[in-house]
């Protein structure tokens, strides 16, 4: 086989439908985010970042960075081993002790990332718990998709957030079969939020287990920022809570929650968790210092809160179509994966905004977008730039706005 000539081909079909990745080339600065550097053809270009994962801002704060330094000077560089063998280090032990309480859970498990405890965790479940159905919602992250698949355990994916449907289909099997229910409470590229209570209330009548993907949702919302289930006081209806340490924690890593038991089985029988090495003890530190921050204080939850209203506010103004939703994600849908990627482009290239293009496979074809995360440390004069770039690119590429609301706003 020509190797070559197929990556080579592969990679034009990509090309040609518009949806070949291109990444933007950044430099972040400590210090100064959402501000950072872009690098392009020899050149350093000032750009503001609007798409980030990193929604608070906490990869910056002072006191993460502090703590990261101290780590770093004790304890060195990498963790020096997997878990099992001279790889756990006192920060991995204080952060699951401080992600189990935030969670109101037993025990919690530290993983790689994200997508390695969906993975792990919902594989390893799904494999050993003998005979078990996983109920999946249709828009779960390939993480959880990839994790059930790989268990090969009989799966059902249920209409997205309908409890009603998952009820049909729990229904099929005998309620004596061991059941896993999958979900996420904010959901990343639409911005909405799962009916976690009813959900819970189908799942457990069924005596299926629950688990909750927060990843876009801790640190962000609830009383003690653990996420929506906190918000909502559910978190003892969930069986299992996952999430992740790259968003707004700002780190990098992913963890579960859950009973000691259930805890301590997949730490004893979950390949993804057990041969490789772990976290950076200054990453679990910084870690540490981030969660006790987002616990201990609402004033970012609630700036980020305020920000978000404003642009969706300002974009409505101008009639630019943003999916409504009740979350801090501002999907504003082109609807058109060429048009997307130009309108990123010419944002990037022409106004130094950078707004990633979301495109298929992330999102089904048509429903193409910019997906905007305000920070609380973007400011009003950002928002204007923003609004006022994107109505030129907008309107530029010939793409609808209300026309309505946008005489209304100019008068
Ligand atoms: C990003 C993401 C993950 C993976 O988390 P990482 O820590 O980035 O690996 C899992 N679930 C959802 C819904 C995500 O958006």
Redesign the pocket.
């Known amino acids: 086989m020509d190797y070559e000539a197929f990556f080579g081909d592969r990679l034009a079909t990509l090309k040609e439908e518009g949806r070949y990745r291109v990444f933007a080339h950044l430099e972040r600065r400590a210090g100064h985010f959402p501000q950072a550097v872009r690098h392009v053809d020899g050149k350093q270009l000032p750009v503001t970042v609007w798409c980030s994962?990193d929604y608070l801002g906490l990869g910056q704060h002072p006191n993460v960075l502090q703590a990261m330094h101290e780590a770093l000077d004790r304890c060195g560089a990498g963790a020096g081993g997997t878990r099992n063998i001279s790889g756990t280090n006192h920060y991995h032990v204080l952060l699951e002790q401080e992600l189990a309480s935030w969670h109101q859970k037993e025990a919690a498990l530290l993983f790689t990332?994200?997508?390695?405890?969906?993975w792990t965790t919902l594989g390893t479940l799904a494999s050993q718990l003998p005979g078990c159905v996983v109920f999946s919602d249709e828009k779960?992250?390939a993480?959880?998709i990839e994790g059930i698949r790989h268990s090969r355990a009989e799966k059902r994916i249920f209409r997205h957030n309908d409890p009603k449907d998952l009820e049909r289909q729990l229904a099929d099997f005998d309620p004596a079969r061991p059941k896993l229910v999958a979900f996420?409470s904010v959901?990343?590229m639409d911005g909405d939020i799962a009916p976690i209570a009813e959900l819970c209330d189908v799942a457990q009548a069924a005596g299926a287990l629950t688990y909750l993907?927060e990843?876009?949702a801790v640190g962000l919302y609830g009383p003690s920022g653990a996420g929506v289930a906190d918000r909502d006081g559910l978190l003892n209806r969930l069986d299992i809570v996952?999430a992740?340490?790259?968003?707004a924690v700002g780190l990098?890593?992913?963890y579960i929650a859950g009973s000691a038991k259930l805890v301590d089985f997949v730490r004893s029988f979950a390949s993804g968790f057990i041969f490789t090495t772990s976290l950076p003890p200054a990453i679990a530190a910084g870690a540490l210092t981030s969660v006790r921050l987002l616990k201990s204080d609402n004033s970012l939850r609630d700036r980020h809160q305020l920000i978000v209203a404003k642009v969706k506010a300002r974009m409505a103004d101008v009639g630019l179509p943003v999916l409504p939703g009740p979350s801090h994600i501002v999907p504003l849908m082109v609807r058109d994966a060429e048009r997307c990627r130009a309108a990123s482009e010419r944002l990037l290239n022409d106004f130094g905004l950078y707004v990633q293009p979301i495109n298929y496979p992330t999102v089904p074809r048509g429903e193409e977008r910019l997906r905007i995360t305000p920070s609380p440390l973007h400011t009003g004069a950002d928002v204007q730039t923003l609004i006022d770039a994107v109505v030129q690119v907008w309107d530029g590429l010939e793409l609808p706005r209300d026309r309505r609301a946008s005489s209304v706003a100019s008068t």
């Open positions: 994962n990332s994200g997508y390695v405890a969906n779960n992250h993480s959880m996420e959901y990343s993907d990843v876009h996952q992740t340490l790259g968003k990098i890593g992913g």
